[in-house]
């Protein structure tokens, strides 16, 4: 039975934004899948564009060890989402809103929401392209 958008969207955020796990996230991707940030800007540490699996997981990697040192993590229960299927069953869009407890000084400083919106392409049951759109000053 192939996995459900719900289900897809649900391995993404439990490998990316939880637990930080780049093989995990990068499991979740077709061998010649790609990840784009198309807002970020050419030279940020989040990478705007990723082609193939290996190269998401070794960009993640190196990403994810640097923002495991901000401290921050999200809080589960302020934190929401609303998944949108599309007239092509292969697409769905994700509108997020990740509400952090502290801000990145950890200083526990008013709670931090990032807002954002990807879109998914889905192709045998893995991520084909993963288009992440956010304000890119967010993830400095």
Same mark, same amino acid.
């Given at each position: 039975?192939?996995?459900?958008?719900?289900?897809?969207?649900?391995?993404?955020?439990?490998?990316?934004?939880?637990?930080?796990?780049?093989?995990?996230?990068?499991?979740?991707?077709t061998a010649d899948g790609v990840f784009?940030?198309?807002?970020?800007?050419?030279?940020?540490?989040?990478?705007?564009?990723?082609?193939?699996?290996? !190269? /998401?997981?070794?960009?993640?990697?190196?990403?994810?060890?640097?923002?495991?040192? +901000?401290?921050? =993590?999200?809080? #589960?229960?302020?934190?929401?989402?609303?998944?949108?299927?599309?007239?092509?069953?292969?697409?769905?869009?994700? !509108? /997020?809103?990740?509400?952090?407890?502290?801000?990145a000084d950890g200083d526990g400083g +008013?709670?931090? =929401?990032?807002? #954002?919106?990807?879109?998914?392409?889905?192709?045998?049951?893995?991520?084909?392209?993963?288009?992440?759109?956010?304000?890119?000053?967010?993830?400095?």
């Open positions: 039975m192939p996995r459900t958008a719900q289900e897809i969207f649900q391995s993404c955020v439990y490998a990316g934004a939880m637990t930080r796990n780049a093989d995990a996230f990068a499991g979740l991707f784009e940030a198309p807002l970020m800007p050419d030279g940020a540490a989040f990478p705007r564009r990723l082609a193939g699996r290996e !190269e /998401i997981r070794n960009a993640m990697a190196a990403y994810y060890e640097q923002q495991g040192k +901000d401290g921050r =993590t999200p809080n #589960l229960e302020k934190s929401c989402y609303v998944l949108h299927t599309t007239a092509d069953p292969d697409v769905f869009i994700a !509108e /997020i809103d990740t509400v952090f407890d502290e801000d +008013d709670e931090v =929401t990032v807002s #954002l919106v990807q879109i998914f392409r889905i192709r045998d049951g893995k991520i084909a392209r993963l288009r992440d759109y956010f304000a890119p000053e967010l993830m400095g």
